[in-house]
């Protein structure tokens, strides 16, 4: 069956634009985390979607970013105003439901580039 | 905070030479352990998890990792790696959301 997906695969801006990443999650799953991959800083965690439950925003960097689940499946992940340091590839994950125990499928990421 | 720990950032072995991968985590009674491999230009792959029961867990491509308490470690070995093992492996905890460790660069040499 289908896995996560993600578009667009690369992304390149302006310093000061916005821009939007979306996230396709395994059909049926019920969870959705959002991860930023960076030189810097790792894998870390950003923002997680159970359900109609409101989400766990506790990983947002800043209030520039924010994600929203239309439909208990496709998210978007916005950040606003980027800036360079926002530069990083950012990863999407599904699972069936949300636990610690619960298998996290991941997306191939979309790499931004903010010039 | 919760916390996982790779200390090795880049290590390089012989293809057919044993691999071990060190991860060590901290706080938490019960931590729920993963493994996943990162391929370049690939998303995560999940290699293995462990979450109770035998410490030693099998995972695919050959792998396994061994879940040592008293160490509060979780360390991923491979008796004989190929040169397709080489890619970015990370360790993880879950507290629902995966707390990863820094990865560790897998090269293989011919």
Redesign the interface.
């Known amino acids: 069956g289908a896995g996560?997906s993600q578009s667009p695969s690369n992304k390149v801006t302006e310093k000061g634009k916005d821009v939007e990443l979306r996230c396709d999650p395994i059909s049926g799953h019920t969870a959705l985390?959002w991860?930023r991959q960076s030189l810097g800083q790792?894998?870390?965690?950003l923002i997680?979607f159970q359900g109609n439950s409101a989400p766990?925003k506790s990983?947002l960097p800043s209030d520039r970013f924010s994600a929203e689940r239309t439909g208990g499946s496709v998210s978007t992940l916005t950040i606003q105003r980027t800036q360079q340091e926002d530069s990083a590839v950012y990863?999407c994950?599904s699972s069936l439901v949300?636990?610690?125990?619960d298998?996290?499928?991941?997306?191939?990421?979309t790499r931004l580039t903010v010039l | 905070a919760q916390s996982v720990t790779q200390p090795d950032i880049h290590i390089t072995v012989s293809e057919g030479a044993s691999l071990e991968l060190r991860c060590n985590y901290s706080y938490g009674a019960t931590p729920y352990l993963f493994w996943y491999v990162q391929s370049p230009g690939q998303g995560l792959q999940l290699l293995l998890k462990y979450f109770s029961g035998d410490t030693l867990v099998q995972g695919i491509k050959g792998f396994e990792a061994e879940f040592k308490r008293s160490q509060s470690s979780f360390n991923l070995r491979k008796p004989s790696v190929h040169w397709s093992d080489a890619a970015e492996y990370f360790c993880a905890r879950s507290q629902g959301n995966l707390i990863f460790g820094k990865g560790t660069k897998l090269s293989v040499k011919p």
């Open positions: 996560v985390y991860y790792g894998l870390e965690f997680y766990d990983g990863l994950a949300r636990g610690a125990v298998e996290q499928f991941f997306g191939p990421g």
